[in-house]
């Protein structure tokens, strides 16, 4: 690098992959070095982009545009009082190369992007892996960083991949319901486990940053619960969760239904077993009848239906008593009944 002026870098680091570092250094290599020879974070920088640039503090332009439009994105912390506000940006290192570029195609510079080396992705592995063990203590909600269903999430890593979401922890994806990690590994090529908040973001917030911020915060905390149509009551269990999406455990009957405050709620577009079995109890028989002006032909709701247990969901969707803590599923597969033994 042996231009005149200096170079905006871009630097990740396996320790907070939400972030990114942008900042201005003569000599970047040097600026790296110094960094990691701190003990303070368990793996060190690395260079994913750099820009020349004839001005010293142009890096505090880039910092000035971010904050314009997307403030929240700095990392800021209140310290004895005293704010701090750092180099961080809770963004992907895609769209902080975007950034670079189009700052750099004003002045006829492209920024350099430098290819993962065998070592940083093994870095990134273990580091992933680790939060991904930390995530399933205190599994990521949607509801609880104020995202309502049919809200949308980005793919970092190719912005045309938008998807809608779905439920607490689901979205929905080419017309299919998943979670943001298993459509992050399957994105991703992954044959192992991937933290999926770490690949979406919403609003131009990656995820994992959105919800550190929030908790800082203190903002991270339950929110409106999903809205219904129609309701039936046949009582069961008593707990309460918010807005966890299960899926009936035969393919034969593809209904989904959403588990929150209040109850089971049922969704639009599930489909039904075309006849009640002889075991089928008469309350079901009922309902199924009383209900078939919003159940076309091919036996698909047409709304929502809320219900106060599992097993009378069930038994609606198969038209037979049937115990709905083995008849549902998370996108995980895990049975309702493991579910609320909270194992």
């Known amino acids: 690098m042996a231009e005149q002026g200096g170079y905006i870098y871009i630097l990740t680091n396996p320790s907070f992959p939400e972030y990114v570092k942008i900042g201005y250094a003569d000599n970047v290599d040097e600026?790296?070095?110094?960094?990691?020879?701190?003990?303070?974070?368990?793996?060190?920088?690395?260079?994913?982009?750099?820009?020349?640039?004839?001005?010293?503090?142009?890096?505090?332009?880039?910092?000035k545009l971010l904050d314009m439009f997307k403030p929240e994105l700095r990392a800021k912390e209140n310290?004895?009082?005293?704010?701090?506000?750092?180099?961080?940006?809770?963004?992907?290192?895609e769209d902080a190369a975007d950034v670079l570029g189009t700052i750099g195609g004003m002045f006829g510079e492209t920024p350099i992007i430098y290819a993962q080396t065998a070592q940083e992705k093994k870095e990134q592995k273990i580091a992933e892996e680790a939060s991904i063990v930390a995530e399933r203590k205190s599994p990521f909600s949607f509801f609880k960083c104020g995202i309502k269903v049919g809200e949308e999430v980005i793919y970092i890593h190719d912005n045309s991949i938008v998807c809608t979401v779905a439920g607490d922890r689901e979205i929905l994806y080419q017309g299919k319901t998943t979670?943001?990690?298993?459509?992050?590994?399957?994105?991703l090529h992954r044959d192992c486990g991937v933290q999926g908040t770490l690949h979406f973001s919403y609003k131009g917030e990656v995820l994992s940053a959105l919800r550190k911020r929030l908790e800082d915060e203190g903002q991270y905390r339950e929110n409106e619960p999903i809205d219904t149509h129609t309701s039936f009551s046949d009582k069961d269990n008593g707990d309460d969760k918010n807005g966890i999406s299960l899926y009936f455990t035969t393919d034969k009957y593809t209904a989904t239904c959403v588990w929150n405050d209040d109850g089971f709620l049922l969704?639009?577009?599930?489909?039904?077993?075309?006849?009640?079995?002889?075991?089928?109890?008469?309350?079901?028989?009922?309902?199924?009848?009383?209900?078939?002006?919003?159940?076309?032909?091919?036996?698909?709701?047409?709304e929502n239906i809320l219900f106060t247990s599992s097993s009378a969901a069930a038994k609606f969707v198969a038209g037979s008593s049937v115990s709905g803590n083995a008849c549902w599923k998370n996108a995980d597969g895990v049975l309702l009944k493991t579910l609320q033994k909270g194992e």
Not at 79 to 86: F, I, M, W
Not at 181 to 186: R, T
Not at 268 to 278: E, F, M, R, V
């Open 267 to 302: 969704l639009k577009d599930s489909k039904l077993s075309i006849s009640n079995s002889k075991s089928c109890p008469n309350a079901i028989v009922k309902t199924r009848e009383e209900k078939s002006t919003i159940i076309n032909g091919e036996r698909v709701l047409s």
């Open 31 to 63: 600026r790296l070095a110094q960094l990691n020879r701190s003990e303070c974070t368990p793996f060190g920088f690395r260079k994913y982009a750099v820009l020349h640039v004839a001005n010293r503090l142009a890096d505090k332009n880039v910092h």
């Open 79 to 93: 310290l004895n009082g005293k704010l701090r506000v750092r180099e961080f940006f809770a963004m992907s290192p």
């Open 179 to 187: 979670s943001l990690s298993a459509l992050a590994k399957k994105l």
